[in-house]
């Protein structure tokens, strides 16, 4: 196994690509994995190859449109209207189930045939929406099973996994890529890349993150 190269789970968004340029600070070689699953915004898929091109590192793209197909959620289903906020007892309708599950698990098959035993996912727990998915206590039972499935020593890193969003914003900075991520990452759920369309709850929570940070750094 090669521990020179990580390999990504990659979507073009803040977080992932917060990660990304995380992995080229790590590693020596990064790889980028970036899923098609059916979401609405497959510009996503453009968003990230263009990102990953800036960041010279190796990308490819797993079709995966068949989870899209297995359960109703509103990042697949264009009839669906987003959830703005998390709905009382539940997770919002912008939750596309088993999604972590398949994508690392998809990413530790293609990993494993190239060697490569370093998975980088940006899932945070301090994320709003609560999806369990996202949770540490899951992605540490997964890289458990993971390891039992391959007989393989997979280690899944989670460089946000307890920080906010205004914490990923400096790590961004910190990492010499704030204007990048800022302008040329897509986060936005109606598919508009940069600052978004300002008033969808992954836009606003971005916002707000970027604000907070922002006025921390000028008060220093
Ligand atoms: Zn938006």
Redesign the pocket.
């Known amino acids: 196994m090669n521990k020179d190269t990580a390999l990504v789970v990659f979507s073009g968004g803040q977080d992932s690509t917060t990660c990304l340029f995380w992995a080229k600070k790590h590693f020596r070689r990064v790889c980028a994995l970036t899923f098609a699953y059916g979401q609405k915004h497959v510009k996503e898929v453009d968003v990230a190859r263009a990102i990953a091109g800036k960041a010279g590192v190796d990308f490819d793209v797993m079709d995966v449109s068949f989870i899209g197909r297995l359960g109703h959620n509103s990042l697949t289903d264009p009839s669906m209207k987003m959830d703005a906020e998390k709905p009382e007892g539940g997770v919002p309708n912008t939750f596309v189930p088993g999604r972590n599950l398949f994508f690392l698990s998809i990413a530790a098959v293609y990993a494993r045939e190239r060697g490569i035993n370093h998975l980088v996912t940006g899932v945070s727990q301090t994320d709003f929406s609560g999806y369990p998915d996202c949770r540490d206590a899951f992605i540490k039972s997964l890289n458990v099973t993971l390891n039992l499935a391959m007989d393989e020593q997979f280690v899944i890193h989670t460089p946000l996994m307890w920080i906010d969003k205004a914490e990923t914003w400096a790590l961004a900075d910190e990492l010499g890529v704030l204007d990048l991520v800022r302008r040329e990452t897509l986060t936005?759920?109606?598919g508009?890349p940069g600052d978004?369309?300002?008033?969808?709850p992954?836009?606003k929570l971005r916002r707000e993150g970027l604000e907070k940070y922002l006025s921390m750094k000028n008060e220093q």
């Open positions: 936005c759920y109606n508009i978004g369309c300002g008033h969808c992954a836009c």
